[in-house]
């Protein structure tokens, strides 16, 4: 087995991908879902594949319900802790999506056991122990192989009230949508593997990939918000159209609303474009509106741990800005979402689910 410096290591070169920027493209992953198996259907399902959620949810019977999801990735940052850290943090999240609350997570570790020391795996295993420790949950087992490439991530368990459970697809026409962490992680994260990143934006990009959705589980409490996602590797042009199509309301967004790590836009125009952006469009251009290239480069921008997507009836906005004060954002709307015209004929040509203004 190969001893390393953990201190000179650099993850992100043993990977062909990084981060969410990892994931199958949606198009090619619509194939591989589909199934001819005749199977009934588990009445205590409450979300399953259908809908596009960010997790599983199944029915107790007490009015209680468990949260089950599973994310990972390849290194996304260099550093093995952060990058544990990261992939913790980016599994949890999805738990907090639906408005739940984290219970206890296992790990999943494939190593290249032969190029990278245990030692290194150790950091990011701890990495991923620090982000469960913050999120207040053991991290209580897991499982590793021997592969080609580092690849890590959790498997997490948690909990809501069924009457405070979040979906993507329970949107309506009318509300406004908010976005809790800016757009542009995946640009500077692909400028890190590209070596253009400057010394002083070192670390930007991990700052907020470490930021746990803890406040998706106060959002739970609030009717106002019909719908609650977190944005990932889709982009969040991807994340918004599966709103949209779920939920069958339109979406008009204004991209100038859109917060974006002002330190991504120098690397966009150096061209440090993650290979997830073209895959994302390829997956959902087709259900927007024209979009010029810039557009396309920061609205399909693979994120690793992004933020929520938040849909909220402008009746009860007020309450609603008023608890992500207190959890520390100031947000203002990106957009609203309309009413969806049904289609007269079969012929008509299907209308944009997304326009950006």
């Not at 991807?238 to 199509?245: A, F, Q």
Request: charged residues 15%.
């Amino acid at each position: 087995m190969v001893k390393a410096d953990t201190s000179t290591i650099r993850l992100t070169e043993y990977s062909h991908g990084a981060g969410c920027g990892c994931k199958i493209s949606p198009k090619v992953l619509d194939v591989i879902l589909q199934s001819k198996l005749s199977i009934a259907p588990d009445k205590n399902l409450l979300v399953g594949n259908q809908s596009k959620d960010d997790a599983a949810v199944y029915d107790l019977g007490n009015g209680q319900a468990v949260i089950s999801t599973t994310d990972f990735f390849m290194p996304i940052v260099d550093d093995p802790f952060t990058f544990g850290r990261i992939a913790a943090t980016n599994a949890i999240s999805d738990i907090y999506a639906m408005g739940g609350t984290p219970i206890m997570a296992i790990a999943i570790l494939g190593w290249p056991i032969n190029q990278l020391s245990a030692e290194v795996a150790q950091q990011v295993v701890d990495g991923g122990r620090q982000a469960c420790a913050d999120a207040g949950i053991p991290l209580a087992g897991g499982h590793s192989i021997d592969s080609p490439e580092p690849i890590f991530g959790l498997a997490v368990t948690g909990t809501v009230a069924i009457k405070h459970l979040k979906q993507n697809n329970k949107a309506s026409a009318g509300c406004n949508l908010y976005l809790t962490k800016p757009l542009g992680v995946g640009i500077l994260s692909t400028a890190q593997k590209k070596q253009l990143l400057q010394p002083e934006h070192d670390g930007l990009a991990a700052d907020i990939m470490c930021q746990l959705n803890t406040v998706g589980n106060k959002l739970a409490t609030l009717s106002q918000v019909t719908a609650l996602t977190d944005v990932t590797g889709f982009g969040l042009l991807g994340h918004l159209i599966e709103v949209c199509e779920g939920s069958n309301v339109n979406a008009e967004i204004t991209l100038d609303d859109i917060p974006v790590i002002p330190e991504a836009k120098q690397y966009q125009a150096l061209g440090a474009i993650p290979g997830g952006t073209h895959r994302n469009f390829e997956s959902y251009g087709h259900k927007a509106a024209a979009l010029n290239q810039s557009a396309i480069e920061i609205l399909c921008d693979p994120q690793t741990s992004g933020g929520l997507l938040v849909a909220v009836i402008p009746d009860g906005e007020a309450e609603f800005l008023s608890l992500m004060k207190e959890q520390g954002f100031t947000l203002t709307p990106i957009g609203k979402l309309l009413e969806r015209a049904p289609k007269q004929h079969s012929q008509q040509p299907s209308q944009p689910y997304v326009t950006v203004i």
